[in-house]
């Protein structure tokens, strides 16, 4: 039992790293309704240009932390120009595909500019385990887990109390009443996607300071760890993709524990198999399969 | 013909499977990205059929579809309900799950002393069935390009046909469809069915071709790509994800130009082209020019067509996934 | 041949069709109205198979069809259209027709239905016909995006002919159209539509429905609320008071 609740409670810390992916991805197909392949190679462009940063300037981690942050927005910015508003609504699938091409592209980049396996990173905190109530946590984990949370309650203050929140959550419910309503809905996708951009940013910062080093796998593993905590929980929710990070955290961490590290990505794809089979909502999308229905067949 | 150009030919001819496979797909209205899943299946049959059970290449092929075709009516069921995306990433999560599957999959038999079969992540080599028989790079390309050839017939009579009208029928309005007596559910499993089967001749070829295959072969970026292939080259005819092989495999591959960098240019062209052409190349309204033209070419008259008119074969848009 | 008892419908809380008795037997055009949010075009979508009822029963020519597949139901000579025109927009005025014939009786087993064969000339003349009937014959070959409102609710009709139901089932046929557009629209329906088979048509304009139908069924809330000819229903004030009642409501 007691390994069950330390497979828990690791599952949740690690968990906090794939919301904050999520909520990236899911801000974005919020307000586009589009997935966009490109997020996690974009993130690691910020990441890095962190790991850049670090080893050429021996930079502290608040200036590596805001390096990444900026390059992700960046990379954020270009693939949103040239995949996503340069190509009309309605050819939806051309943006994936070219979303899809331009990590290619990044991808290539990165290994070409940085042909080393690994490269080093600095870290938030010291390598302390800690003990409570016989449960023991890394400190790292604890740090980043506390930032992610913050960063979570951030957002959440932002999309239910700002008027660009409000912005956000009219484009992501109805575009076109929104368009109606005098809302620049071009305008709020690009600041979605800053913020996405930035988040991711943030996110790989976090993970990349665990971890101690960076990998150019890093762009796919980010893109499909968001993806599938963002479908678990519900695509284009906020906190469905936070509820579906950490469900992933501690379905891989138990799954790895008791099936062994082989099974553990399986175990998560055929989980996500099988919520997109009987509850394509994820968590918190409500009964999607007959909302959609229904609005479908709005005749 | 040089080697080289053999190769290279030859690639292009079995990537075509997986392209035409998933462009099958798009006509019926689903975008998947999981045809790879079929590739592998197939591949695996049909080496385990001629390396382990002794049986022909012709023989094993033919198997390897079969199975192949069989994992896809299987796969069709619980996909049925899902739709646009969400039908997009379910197909992407079974093809990583097979993946994953092959990676820690063995069977292995004892031939000539030696241990021949899959091994997990080693992947399953030994499958020299090509190299025994003598048949050179030639004479298999040439197989590669026959059943392309036949593959290309059957989708030419579709195109032509009542049940290509009804798969575009799906594709278009599937909703409207139903009410007009289209049983989707039996389409639909037609559709995937025949989908798997395409993709798994092209595995089939490969294992054959490459003598050994590692599941890491068969990742998400060989799915990603069989759908763009036909994006690139064109939804207005299948002729247009061979092009999209032709000019991804053989323009780049083959040229020494940008070897080290040939990923950013490419990845930077299709996103380019993507923005002029979001149907690809060869899109329906090229397509139609185009016959537009060779009917008048030859002489046939056609009755005034005064509006600009899109032909049957489009792909739709992705339906929006409501949350 | 239709007969509709105590059917039932509910979307979450809402309560869409609450309890309908209706049958129809004749020929002819029958009228179905009543205030935005009464339950007809969800009387229609159950009918055709888009949701299951969530009770009661529904029996065409003797056959229970509650809750069948919608192309089951089509099979069985059922045919509707729909509020806003629904055609395939990327194909021709023609070749939306002829999508229709595709899964008839008649289609099956020549697989290359599209070459040239004594069936497939009769249904192309069955398309030129009707193509003709609906004055649609002019602009066969344009893409139906392309098309003006009236032709598309004109196609709309077309398509929903192409199949030969017995019972057709017309979602506001006349929506957004002029009052000589409407009016060219009930004559259409009346000589073409009507003959040889059943139609029930939703409209929210009174001459039409007077116009053309022999009897109109009011609904409200999901109930019906009154059944019987023109004049009479539009003189009944329980009629009366749920369209005008329900005018002030939202005012």
Known sequence: MIDFIQNSVDGIMIGS?????????????????????????????????????????????????????????????????????????????????????????????????????????????????????????????????????????????????????????????????????????????????????????????????????????????????????????????????????FLLGVIERQATWYLGAEFRDLVAYGLLFVFLAFRPGGLLGQRLAERERLALRRV | MDEHTIQVLSNIGMFSFIALSAYLLLITGEISFGQQAFFAISAYASGIATAMWGWGLGLGILWGALVAAAAAFLLAWPTLRMRGLYFAIGTLAFAEMIRLVFEVWTYQVKIDGELVGPDGSEGFRGVRYAFENDISNLEYMLLIYGLLAVVLVFFFLIERSRLGAIFRMLGEDELLAEMQGVNRVYYKVLATVMSGFIAGIGGALYIHLNTYVEPKV?????????????????????????????????????????????????????????????????????????????????????????????????????????? | MLRIEGLRRHFGGIEALAGIDYSLEAEGVFGLIGPNGSGKTTLFNVITGLYPPNGGRIRFHDEDISGRSPHRISAMGIARTFQSPRVYRRMTVRENLRAAQHTLPGARGNWLTLARSPARARAEGHLDELLEATGLAERQNELASNLPLPDQRRLELARALARSPKLLLLDEPAGGMTPTETHEMAQLIREVAAPGRTCIVIEHKMDMIDALCAQVCVLNFGRKIAEDAPGEVLKDPVVLEAYIGRQKGAA
């Open chain 1, 17 to 245: 790293r794939y919301a904050l992916l999520a909520i990236g991805f899911t801000l974005i197909f919020g307000v586009m309704r589009r997935l966009n392949l490109s997020y996690g190679p974009s993130i690691m462009i910020g990441v890095f240009v962190g790991t850049f940063i670090f080893i050429e300037f021996k930079a502290g981690w608040m200036a590596v932390a805001a390096a990444t942050l900026v390059g992700a927005v960046i990379a954020g910015i270009y693939v949103e120009r040239l995949c996503f508003w340069a190509i009309r609504q309605g050819a939806a699938l051309a943006s994936m595909v070219s979303s899809f091409a331009i990590w290619m592209q990044l991808e290539e980049f990165v290994t070409l500019s940085f042909p080393d396996r690994t490269y080093p990173f600095p870290p938030l905190t010291g390598d302390v385990p800690l003990k409570i109530a016989g449960i023991s946590i890394q400190l790292s984990y604890l740090v980043m887990f506390a930032m992610a949370t913050t960063l979570m309650l951030a957002l959440n203050l932002a999309l239910y109390r700002t008027r660009f929140g409000l912005a956000v959550r009219a484009v992501s419910e109805n575009p076109v009443a929104a368009r109606f309503m005098g809302i620049n809905t071009s305008r709020v996708i690009f600041f979605a996607f800053v913020v996405a951009s930035a988040l991711g940013g943030f996110a790989g910062f976090l993970i990349a300071a665990n971890e101690q080093q960076v990998t150019p796998l890093f762009g796919l593993w980010a893109t499909f760890k968001g993806l599938i905590a963002m479908m678990l929980g519900g695509m284009g929710s906020v906190p469905g993709a936070i509820l579906g990070g």
């Open chain 2, 218 to 323: 068969f990742n998400v970026m060989l799915g990603v790509h069989s759908l763009a292939y036909g994006l690139i080259g064109g939804l207005g005819t299948s002729l247009g994800p061979l092009i999209g092989v032709a000019l991804d495999i053989g323009l780049l591959e083959s040229t020494r130009l940008f070897t080290g960098f040939r990923m950013v240019v490419f990845g930077g062209l299709v996103a380019v082209l993507l923005i002029v052409r979001p149907r690809g190349l060869l899109d329906e309204d090229v397509v139609y020019w185009l016959k537009r033209r060779a009917a008048r070419w030859l002489g046939r008259s056609k009755k005034p067509r005064p509006a600009r008119r899109r032909p049957s074969i489009s792909a739709p848009e992705v339906r929006d996934a409501e949350d």
